[in-house]
């Protein structure tokens, strides 16, 4: 009894206060350090607004984290600060899909292929702030397959399921022919 008795409980309720409040902070700071990101990866690897075809993954030294070593992929992280970006896909088969990533990994945009047909997609990523993209000969030119997303930085991923030797070369040339570059006006 005469324990309690010599305990502060004011001190040890302001330092149970005080391990809470730096607890809550450091939780923050966690969350919001970009440090590690996708997109940090890449940005320091690979040419910003230039498609990059990597090798297939391997899991002693991967470019990120939960690739699938089933499949063949293609970076392009890109900066919308000059102009826009013009990206041209082409899925020709089930497990072809094209993704639009933010820096902080969230999704802007997903596509994937059809079984039944080829799958085209022709996507322009304009700047996400407001500013004069022209005039309407000038702006992003849309037609029922072309779509326009606005973000500022990021990634665009292409997937290709890899399916072997003498697939090989038919998924590279695929992948070969899915630009990501800057849009001329």
Same mark, same amino acid.
């Given at each position: ?69 089933? =499949? ?8 919308? =600060?000059?102009? =826009? ?54 702006? #992003? ?8 997303? +606005? ?8 997937? +290709?399921?890899?399916?072997?030797? #003498? ?19």
């Amino acid at each position: 009894m005469n324990l309690f008795k010599r305990i502060d409980w004011r001190l040890l309720v302001i330092f149970v206060l005080v391990a809470v409040i730096v607890h809550i902070v450091a939780t923050f700071l966690a969350v919001n350090d970009q440090r590690g990101t996708a997109y940090a990866r890449l940005a320091n690897v690979l040419p910003h607004n230039t498609m990059t075809i990597v090798g297939p993954v391997d899991t002693q030294q991967a470019l990120l984290p939960y690739l699938s070593p089933d =499949a063949r992929y293609a970076f392009c992280p890109f900066d919308t =600060a000059d102009r =826009a970006m013009r990206v041209h896909a082409l899925l020709p088969d089930l497990g072809w899909t094209v993704g639009v990533y933010a820096p902080d990994g969230t999704n802007l945009y997903f596509a994937a292929a059809s079984s039944e047909r080829e799958t085209t997609i022709n996507l322009s990523i304009i700047p996400a702030d407001d500013r004069f993209l022209g005039l309407s000969s000038e702006a #992003p030119q849309t037609g029922d397959t072309d779509q326009t997303i +606005a973000a500022p930085k990021g990634f665009i991923v292409v997937r +290709a399921p890899d399916r072997g030797d #003498p697939y090989r070369t038919e998924t590279q040339s695929v992948l070969e022919k899915a630009p990501c570059s800057v849009r001329r006006t």
